[in-house]
């Protein structure tokens, strides 16, 4: 079982930045695959970015550019770091990490870009 507890969200303007973070209570060297997905009202999760054991990234066309995911082992944690935000982007961010072949959620941190 993999706790996966989110922070860093909150109210941002446009084109304005933000980091969040997800910390893992397993080890972050176990986990295969770490990273973030999103669902905005009335719309599907899907997929922001995710970066595996040996740092291979996969980002969603709607934030290459824009948003870096990275990972501390150590630290068992995941960032997104999001620049140039868009309102668009507002939506409840859900961790997920992949561990021994199951996968684990957060329960989510709010993002809103609003002016």
């Known amino acids: 079982q993999v706790r996966l507890v989110e922070s860093g969200g909150g109210l941002v303007q446009p084109g304005g930045s933000l980091r969040i973070s997800c910390a893992a209570s397993?080890?972050?060297?176990?986990?295969?695959?770490m990273g973030w997905y999103r669902q905005a009202p009335g719309k599907q999760r899907e997929l922001v970015a995710t970066?595996?054991?040996?740092?291979?990234?996969n980002y969603a066309d709607s934030v290459k550019g824009r948003f870096t995911i990275s990972r501390d082992n150590a630290k068992n944690t995941v960032y997104l770091q999001m620049n140039n935000l868009e309102p668009e982007d507002t939506a409840l961010y859900f961790c997920?990490?992949?561990?021994?072949?199951?996968?684990?959620w957060g329960q989510g941190t709010q993002v809103t870009v609003s002016a």
């Open positions: 997920t990490a992949r561990y021994h072949n199951r996968d684990y």
């Open positions: 397993e080890s972050g060297f176990g986990i295969a695959v």
């Open positions: 970066m595996s054991i040996i740092r291979s990234t």
